[in-house]
T-cell receptor
Framework: KQEVTQIPAALSVPEGENLVLNCSFTDSAIYNLQWFRQDPGKGLTSLLLIQSSQREQTSGRLNASLDKSSGRSTLYIAASQPGDSATYLCAVPTNFGNEKLTFGTGTRLTIIP | SAVISQKPSRDICQRGTSLTIQCQVDSQVTMMFWYRQQPGQSLTLIATANQGSEATYESGFVIDKFPISRPNLTFSTLTVSNMSPEDSSIYLC????????????FGSGTRLTVV
């Protein structure tokens, strides 16, 4: 059974700092990994999708890496801004070839102005 | 990627009543997924809805409590029946575009409070 863990559960950093969020998964037989952002009481916004054949994806100040063999992914946020404050979730398909997603526990990020 | 319109965005309901949540997608998709997010928790899959067939429910979720309709390839509804305060959660629908390789898109969520 796929299990996804995110560390830390919560993180507070001053504005302008760079930061890294971590995601680990137990079953490395995945074909992609997706990072989402969730604002309080809202739905999920897709940030980055990494295919199993890729090692990283970049979008603006965000960079996500994937190491399938070690079951890890990181989300790097550069030059953090107060608007980055949200909960960040990573998710992988529950079973290879199955389209259900298993979500991590999330990291609640607070950027201090 | 697909765009999903989810309604209502929030509601406060009396216990014992039912609420129907709607999701409209701007393109045809084979499968739609319904998730629940209880306060302070991550997302849990309720069921997978295919057009023209009964939804497939995950362990712990039953059709009598969460009936789902999927009348066509762009629309689905989830009903939360006979509600209790324990049903207070955010409910989200999701679709995978062009197969899972292209990622998932989520609706904006329905924040349900049962009093």
């Amino acid at each position: 059974k796929q299990e996804v863990t995110q560390i830390p559960a919560a993180l507070s950093v001053p504005e302008g700092e760079n930061l890294v969020l971590n995601c680990s998964f137990t079953d490395s037989a995945i074909y992609n990994l997706q990072w989402f952002r969730q604002d309080p009481g809202k739905g999920l916004t897709s940030l980055l999708l990494i295919q199993s054949s890729q090692r990283e994806q970049t979008s603006g100040r965000l960079n996500a890496s994937l190491d399938k063999s070690s079951g890890r992914s990181t989300l790097y946020i550069a030059a953090s801004q107060p608007g980055d404050s949200a909960t960040y979730l990573c998710a992988v398909p529950t079973n290879f070839g199955n389209e259900k997603l298993t979500f991590g526990t999330g990291t609640r990020l607070t950027i201090i102005p | 990627s697909a765009v999903i319109s989810q309604k209502p965005s929030r509601d406060i309901c009396q216990r014992g009543t039912s609420l129907t949540i709607q999701c409209q997608v701007d393109s045809q998709v084979t499968m739609m997924f319904w998730y629940r997010q209880q306060p302070g928790q991550s997302l849990t899959l309720i069921a997978t809805a295919n057009q023209g067939s009964e939804a497939t429910y995950e362990s712990g979720f039953v059709i009598d409590k969460f009936p789902i309709s999927r009348p066509n390839l762009t629309f689905s509804t989830l009903t939360v029946s006979n509600m209790s305060p324990e049903d207070s959660s955010i409910y989200l629908c999701s679709v995978a575009t062009a197969g899972s390789g292209y990622g998932y898109t989520f609706g904006s969520g329905t924040r349900l409070t049962v009093v």
